[in-house]
């Protein structure tokens, strides 16, 4: 099964900062990477998709790079609906695996 | 707009059974993979099953193989989980999603699986 490691687990931050979550796979996984936001009791949303590809209808101050095994998500200028958890997602093969996810809190 | 709204949740006793229901709305259900996932108090997602659009090609992580079913009713528009021999670690939120190429835009609600004596 392919492994997916996101770092930092959580992250402070501030409104107006720009943040940049990292996950790394096990092994090349190409572009085929998701990235998702999760807020508390609610189901994930879908951001990121093929590591670069926004999701219609998500602000564009998001944007994902990376290919092969180490992947970025960032947040060019964070706002208040933002703070939330944020997954990524490999779909080279199956089984399917998400990273542990990335906690972003108000500093 | 594409609606996804799963049921059957609810506390059972380790060794157990449980059958989940997600009922679809809003695109042509047998068109579509549809999977499983759920995510346990407090913890990540972890991918669980999935299914093709007839039902004739499913998968399922090594953590369920087994134990879980996943089956759908395409006249009825409904995906199933049927849940055996459960145990504490099973507990969740079990998700359905609608397949966008092995990645998902689209989730339901989710339903509570407590698993407890």
């Known amino acids: 099964d392919i492994q997916m490691t996101q770092s930092p687990s959580t992250l402070s931050a501030s409104v107006g900062d720009r943040v940049t979550i990292t996950c790394r796979a096990s092994q090349s996984i190409s572009s085929w990477l998701a990235w998702y936001q999760q807020k508390p009791g609610k189901a994930p949303k879908l951001l990121i998709y093929?590591?670069?590809s926004l999701q219609s209808g998500v602000p564009s101050r998001f944007s994902g790079s990376g290919s092969g095994t180490e992947f970025t998500l960032t947040v060019s200028s964070l706002q208040p609906d933002d703070f939330a958890t944020y997954y990524c997602q490999h779909y080279n093969s199956y089984p399917l695996t998400f990273g542990g996810g990335t906690k972003v809190e108000i500093k | 707009e594409v609606q996804l709204v799963e049921s059957g949740g609810g506390l059972v006793q380790p060794g157990g059974s449980l059958r989940l229901s997600c009922a679809a709305s809003?695109?042509?259900?047998?068109?579509?993979?549809m999977h499983w996932v759920r995510q346990a108090p407090g913890k990540g997602l972890v991918w669980v099953s999935r299914?093709?659009?007839?039902?004739?090609?499913?998968t399922y992580a090594d953590s369920v193989k087994g134990r879980f079913t996943i089956s759908r009713d395409n006249a009825k528009n409904t995906l199933y989980l049927q849940m055996n021999s459960l145990r504490a670690e099973d507990t969740a939120v079990y998700y359905c999603?609608?397949?966008?190429?092995?990645?998902?835009?689209?989730w339901g609600q989710g339903t509570l699986v407590t698993v407890s004596s």
């Open positions: 093929k590591a670069s």
């Open positions: 999603a609608r397949d966008s190429g092995s990645y998902f835009a689209y």
């Open positions: 299914s093709n659009g007839d039902g004739s090609t499913t």
């Open positions: 809003g695109f042509t259900f047998s068109n579509y993979w």
